[in-house]
């Protein structure tokens, strides 16, 4: 791996929307500096620097409070970039690690005083060499006091992934809701089986996000608007939102950032939906103390 990638948009837009006061985006990355936090050596890609500072501009551009770093794969399993990220933030970033499974029990309650809320498990091939799944409960049964599980995975192993989910022991929250072809629309194979899991148990969570990557018809993105919205009126206790930003590997079709804000009225058509689904849930998830 030689050339280091940008995957972001280098100016993007005012959103025409105005999240509510207090809006959380519970889903975004942290790359380096790579000076100060190298990247590790199985990362499957090699991004430019997209540090803190560039983080909490656009943050405050796009008229958002609060951020969750989901530590990255090019990252690997030190999460000293993230934890950077939000030690930098004043107290208005919170985190996701991403942790070898031998972790002790010390080395945890280290991550939480460094503001990490949960674990995240990668189950696409793309991007992990692999994920052992009996390591990955064993660990889930050993997190600190309120933390969950974020868990990525692709549709088509939602299936076979099933007596894994079902059998972890703290809340657990889906990315990208485990990527469903959303051309299949609000009633498509794949929305029916996330239906599925999602009824299965009432502590499984999920992230409206992605419409970049999961709307092959690009920006409007119209295909993601009508199969989500019905997703997030149905389930809107337990939904959060996030930007994605700086969208690792999507440098060949870089979302607008300011255009990911202006679907959040498309998915969430109400005040009171869009205050769940940006303040109220993220909030519950990574400062519980705060409500
Ligand atoms: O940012 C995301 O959620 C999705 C990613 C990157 C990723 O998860 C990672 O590098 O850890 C992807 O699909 O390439």
Redesign the pocket.
């Known amino acids: 791996m030689t050339d280091r990638i940008v995957s972001w948009h280098a100016s993007p837009s005012k959103p025409r929307y105005t999240p509510p006061a207090g809006a959380v985006d519970a ?1 975004c ?1 942290v790359f380096g500096p790579m000076a100060e936090f190298p990247f590790s050596p199985k990362a ?2 090699l991004p430019e620097d997209a540090g803190p500072d560039m983080l909490f501009a656009l943050r405050d551009q796009l008229g958002f409070a609060r951020n969750v770093i ?5 990252h690997g399993t030190n999460n000293a970039a993230t934890l950077n990220g939000i030690a930098r933030s004043n107290g208005k970033a919170r985190g996701v690690a ?1 942790v070898d499974p031998a972790i002790s029990e010390a080395e945890l309650a280290v991550l939480h005083e460094g503001g990490m809320r949960g674990i ?1 498990f ?1 189950f ?1 091939k ?2 992990v060499d692999d994920a052992p799944k009996d390591k990955f409960l064993e660990v889930a049964a050993r997190l600190p006091k309120g933390w969950h599980i974020v868990i ?1 995975f692709e549709a088509d192993i939602l299936a076979e992934l099933r007596p894994f989910i079902d059998a972890l022991p703290v809340p657990v929250v889906v ?2 809701m485990g990527r469903p072809d959303v051309t299949q629309g609000p009633d498509g194979a794949d929305m029916k089986a996330f239906r599925a899991l999602l009824d299965s148990r009432d502590d499984i969570w999920f992230k409206a ?2 419409p970049d ?1 999961l709307d092959p018809a690009g920006d409007p993105w119209n295909a993601f608007a009508d199969a989500v919205a019905p997703l997030v009126a149905d389930y809107q206790d337990r939904v959060i939102w996030g930007t ?1 930003w700086p ?4 440098e060949t079709n870089i979302p607008d950032d300011g255009h990911l804000v202006d679907m959040i009225p498309r998915i969430a058509a109400t005040a009171e939906l869009q205050q769940k689904l940006l303040v109220t849930n993220p909030m519950r998830l990574y400062w519980p103390e705060e409500l």
Do not use: E, F, G, I
């Open positions: 889903h990355h499957k890609y989901v530590q990255a794969s090019c991403v995240r990668n696409l793309r991007l990525y990315d990208h996000t992605c990557r994605d969208h690792p590997n999507m």
